[in-house]
């Protein structure tokens, strides 16, 4: 888990003679005596640069002088999409630069006390962001769903006394070398198009959200401070040990002590010095829920950071010691076999789009409990931190997905797409390596991987991902036909999608079990790992119904979806592993033929309101839970 850029920094070195390696943590702001955050989310001023060649904004500077003052403005809420909140298909179905702009005091012992860091962080923001404070740049990010923040106390202090003017661009135009990729489309044939018209065009199946999904935080550190928090866990017999490795910026020498506490406040066990190993006797594993009484402990890790000048960092960090291993027929956690039963999720819903918001988050949470699911997937992007926190504290389990959903076109399987494919994993594990609930990566969707340029790709995506961090699997999940996969040998578990009896033989649910069989049997004896039926499902309206059982109704949804478990349950005594359904819940896409107003694969409704799988599920996962596991007290459905 301690990183190492090396073998990036070598592959970039041959591909283009530059190291770019990622500098420098991405700590979750939180409070502590000496950290302040203030959430700087809400009604933000926007405008959609409409000019034809959307360069507008960068031609006149917007950013130079309040936002209102180049142009109209609309209230645009933050965190949520832009796409859905006004009447406007033009703002719904728009492709190049919007800009926010908010103004926000800033507390004046923030700028008074020099000793302070002031640090803008946004949580994410889909796709490209520039971000000025008081019309001075600050930084650029690439990526969609991922953190980004700029140290602007020197902007602040030079402008002391006004408030303080935050303008961020963002683009969602999607290349051949962004991820996902998509490419833009000019339509040249005057008869059916007007001048100037184009297109974005995708290979994923899910709406390009746009804007800023995910809160937008001001918030203070030491000028010494805690850059990074860096913890793996292990366990012996009764003794937990958990490694760090802290690193502190901003001053030549640091005193760090690490104290660890248990969920009652006594202290376990401490150290100083920047890296360790701490020594936990009678250790309360982090367990997910369905396998113990006492499922998800996390512990809190305190570290302090003391600088020369007497000034002192405080950030804690909680922590679970769990461990996680894969055979050729297994997937342990703590030494014990687990059985995926989860969802595939999209972080989707109604008017906001993908931002971010908390009742939905808590109500997805209480329906995957509800259900009995033990595991979910961040198809096909990192989702939210706050929704791993949830994952941490409720013990389930997560498969860890970026955005390398929709690689289909061979150029974007070229050095650059790689080397910037390297750096969201860098962001990815930089972010994400100290959750418990993390266990696994998965580094793309459904690739074109029998192209003969995706062995190489995958080969450096994997062991990079690996020396990133060498305490969890990694895999990334295909569709492709598993003799002409050329990047499955390298993954440490086969994660494969099918939509048998729906793309193929469209009605025909009396095949999937021998062609599910098929596709197990094909995919072990080739690789001898073990598999994840990481997609399967059928598009349902909810309320359509038929019997015998007709494409589109809730009866075929629930009769492919037996159809699947017949052959799981065999086969989950052999090498099966897992089996995610798509998708948790309805979610909105592309306009095309295939799609009414979305994808209707969910066993909820976009709304959260059952179809007839999620009652089948239900009853499916808490019968397996009661098999495979011991069931956490309030656990009483269905058997107790
Ligand atoms: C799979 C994709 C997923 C789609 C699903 C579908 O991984 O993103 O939404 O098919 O077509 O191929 O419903």
Same mark, same amino acid.
């Given at each position: 888990?301690?990183?190492?850029?090396?073998?990036?920094?070598?592959?970039?070195?041959?591909?283009?003679?530059?190291?770019?390696?990622?500098?420098?943590?991405?700590?979750?702001?939180?409070?502590?005596?000496?950290?302040?955050?203030?959430?700087?989310?809400?009604?933000?001023?926007?405008?959609?640069?409409?000019?034809?060649?959307?360069?507008?904004?960068?031609?006149?500077?917007?950013?130079?002088?309040?936002?209102?003052?180049?142009?109209?403005?609309?209230?645009?809420?933050?965190?949520?999409?832009?796409?859905?909140?006004?009447?406007?298909?033009?703002?719904?179905?728009?492709?190049?630069?919007?800009?926010?702009?908010?103004?926000?005091?800033?507390?004046?012992?923030?700028?008074?006390?020099?000793?302070?860091?002031?640090?803008?962080?946004?949580?994410?923001?889909?796709?490209?962001?520039?971000?000025?404070?008081?019309?001075?740049?600050?930084?650029?990010?690439?990526?969609?769903?991922?953190?980004?923040?700029?140290?602007?106390?020197?902007?602040?202090?030079?402008?002391?006394?006004?408030?303080?003017?935050?303008?961020?661009?963002?683009?969602?135009?999607?290349?051949?070398?962004?991820?996902?990729?998509?490419?833009?489309?000019?339509?040249?044939?005057?008869?059916?198009?007007?001048?100037?018209?184009?297109?974005?065009?995708?290979?994923?199946?899910?709406?390009?959200?746009?804007?800023?999904?995910?809160?937008?935080?001001?918030?203070?550190?030491?000028?010494?401070?805690?850059?990074?928090?860096?913890?793996?866990?292990?366990?012996?017999?009764?003794?937990?040990?958990?490694?760090?490795?802290?690193?502190?910026?901003?001053?030549?020498?640091?005193?760090?002590?690490?104290?660890?506490?248990?969920?009652?406040?006594?202290?376990?066990?401490?150290? #100083?010095?920047?890296? %360790? &190993?701490?020594?936990?006797?009678?250790? /309360?594993?982090?367990?997910?829920? $369905?396998? !113990?009484?006492?499922?998800?402990?996390?512990?809190?890790?305190?570290?302090?950071?003391?600088?020369?000048?007497?000034?002192?960092?405080?950030?804690?960090?909680?922590?679970?010691?769990?461990?996680?291993?894969?055979?050729?027929?297994?997937?342990?956690?703590?030494?014990?076999?687990?059985?995926?039963?989860?969802?595939?999720?999209?972080?989707?819903?109604?008017?906001?789009?993908?931002?971010?918001?908390?009742?939905?988050?808590?109500?997805?949470?209480?329906?995957?409990?509800?259900?009995?699911?033990?595991?979910?997937?961040?198809?096909?992007?990192?989702?939210?931190?706050?929704?791993?926190?949830?994952?941490?504290?409720?013990?389930?389990?997560?498969? #860890?997905?970026?955005? %390398? &959903?929709?690689?289909?076109?061979?150029? /974007?399987?070229?050095?650059?797409? $790689?080397? !910037?494919?390297?750096?969201?994993?860098?962001?990815?594990?930089?972010?994400?390596?100290?959750?418990?609930?993390?266990?696994?990566?998965?580094?793309?969707?459904?690739?074109?991987?029998?192209?003969?340029?995706?062995?190489?790709?995958?080969?450096?995506?994997?062991?990079?991902?690996?020396?990133?961090?060498?305490?969890?699997?990694?895999?990334?999940?295909?569709?492709?036909?598993?003799?002409?996969?050329?990047?499955?040998?390298?993954?440490?578990?086969?994660?494969?999608?099918?939509?048998?009896?729906?793309?193929?033989?469209?009605?025909?649910?009396?095949?999937?079990?021998?062609?599910?069989?098929?596709?197990?049997?094909?995919?072990?004896?080739?690789?001898?790992?073990?598999?994840?039926?990481?997609?399967?499902?059928?598009?349902?309206?909810?309320?359509?119904?038929?019997?015998?059982?007709?494409?589109?109704?809730?009866?075929?949804?629930?009769?492919?979806?037996?159809?699947?478990?017949?052959?799981?349950?065999?086969?989950?005594?052999?090498?099966?592993?897992?089996?995610?359904?798509?998708?948790?819940?309805?979610?909105?896409?592309?306009?095309?033929?295939?799609?009414?107003?979305?994808?209707?694969?969910?066993?909820?409704?976009?709304?959260?309101?059952?179809?007839?799988?999620?009652?089948?599920?239900?009853?499916?996962?808490?019968?397996?839970?009661?098999?495979?596991?011991?069931?956490?007290?309030?656990?009483?459905?269905?058997?107790?």
């Amino acid at each position: 888990m301690m990183g190492s850029t090396g073998a990036k920094c070598a592959l970039l070195a041959a591909l283009c003679g530059v190291c770019q390696a990622l500098q420098g943590g991405m700590l979750f702001p939180t409070e502590s005596p000496s950290r302040e955050v203030k959430d700087v989310s809400g009604l933000w001023s926007f405008r959609a640069d409409l000019s034809p060649e959307r360069n507008r904004g960068f031609e006149q500077q917007w950013y130079r002088s309040p936002l209102a003052e180049t142009g109209p403005v609309i209230d645009m809420p933050v965190p949520s999409s832009y796409n859905d909140i006004t009447q406007d298909a033009k703002i719904r179905d728009f492709i190049g630069w919007v800009w926010y702009e908010k103004d926000v005091w800033v507390p004046a012992r923030w700028i008074q006390d020099r000793g302070a860091r002031i640090v803008l962080r946004v949580g994410s923001a889909h796709y490209y962001s520039v971000l000025w404070v008081n019309g001075v740049e600050m930084t650029e990010h690439e990526g969609g769903h991922l953190p980004f923040e700029a140290d602007i106390s020197g902007a602040l202090r030079q402008t002391s006394g006004n408030p303080c003017r935050i303008t961020i661009a963002v683009n969602n135009t999607l290349t051949l070398e962004t991820l996902p990729p998509g490419t833009i489309q000019y339509m040249n044939d005057r008869s059916r198009y007007p001048a100037g018209y184009f297109v974005q065009n995708t290979n994923f199946d899910f709406f390009n959200y746009a804007g800023i999904h995910r809160p937008v935080l001001l918030y203070t550190t030491p000028k010494a401070h805690i850059d990074d928090i860096s913890v793996e866990t292990a366990f012996s017999d009764n003794i937990g040990l958990v490694s760090f490795n802290v690193s502190v910026l901003g001053c030549s020498k640091a005193a760090v002590k690490v104290t660890l506490s248990a969920q009652d406040g006594r202290c376990v066990a401490s150290a #100083d010095g920047s890296r %360790g &190993v701490l020594k936990v006797t009678d250790v /309360s594993l982090w367990w997910p829920y $369905l396998m !113990h009484e006492n499922p998800a402990y996390l512990y809190s890790m305190e570290v302090q950071a003391t600088a020369e000048d007497g000034q002192t960092d405080v950030y804690t960090l909680p922590v679970g010691i769990r461990t996680v291993k894969v055979t050729s027929t297994q997937f342990l956690i703590n030494n014990k076999p687990f059985y995926f039963h989860g969802v595939n999720k999209h972080e989707d819903a109604d008017i906001r789009g993908k931002g971010f918001d908390w009742p939905l988050v808590v109500k997805d949470f209480n329906l995957m409990k509800w259900m009995g699911v033990n595991s979910f997937r961040t198809s096909h992007y990192p989702y939210a931190e706050e929704i791993l926190q949830m994952a941490d504290r409720h013990g389930i389990v997560i498969i #860890d997905e970026c955005p %390398g &959903v929709g690689i289909k076109d061979i150029r /974007s399987f070229g050095n650059v797409s $790689l080397a !910037h494919h390297l750096t969201v994993m860098e962001e990815l594990v930089r972010r994400d390596k100290n959750h418990p609930s993390v266990v696994m990566w998965s580094v793309a969707n459904e690739p074109a991987s029998e192209m003969p340029p995706a062995g190489f790709y995958f080969k450096e995506l994997v062991s990079h991902t690996k020396s990133l961090d060498s305490s969890r699997p990694v895999t990334y999940i295909t569709d492709s036909n598993y003799a002409r996969d050329q990047g499955a040998q390298y993954v440490d578990v086969i994660c494969v999608n099918s939509y048998l009896s729906w793309y193929h033989d469209p009605g025909h649910t009396e095949l999937i079990s021998l062609q599910l069989n098929t596709q197990f049997d094909d995919w072990y004896d080739k690789y001898q790992k073990p598999i994840i039926q990481s997609e399967y499902g059928a598009d349902a309206v909810p309320g359509l119904h038929s019997d015998p059982p007709m494409m589109f109704t809730e009866e075929y949804q629930t009769t492919v979806l037996q159809n699947y478990h017949n052959v799981f349950d065999q086969k989950r005594k052999e090498f099966v592993i897992g089996e995610l359904i798509w998708n948790f819940a309805d979610f909105m896409t592309a306009q095309t033929i295939t799609r009414v107003v979305g994808n209707k694969k969910g066993i909820f409704t976009r709304q959260r309101q059952p179809k007839a799988g999620a009652l089948l599920l239900r009853e499916r996962y808490w019968r397996i839970a009661n098999e495979t596991g011991v069931l956490p007290t309030w656990a009483r459905y269905p058997c107790q």
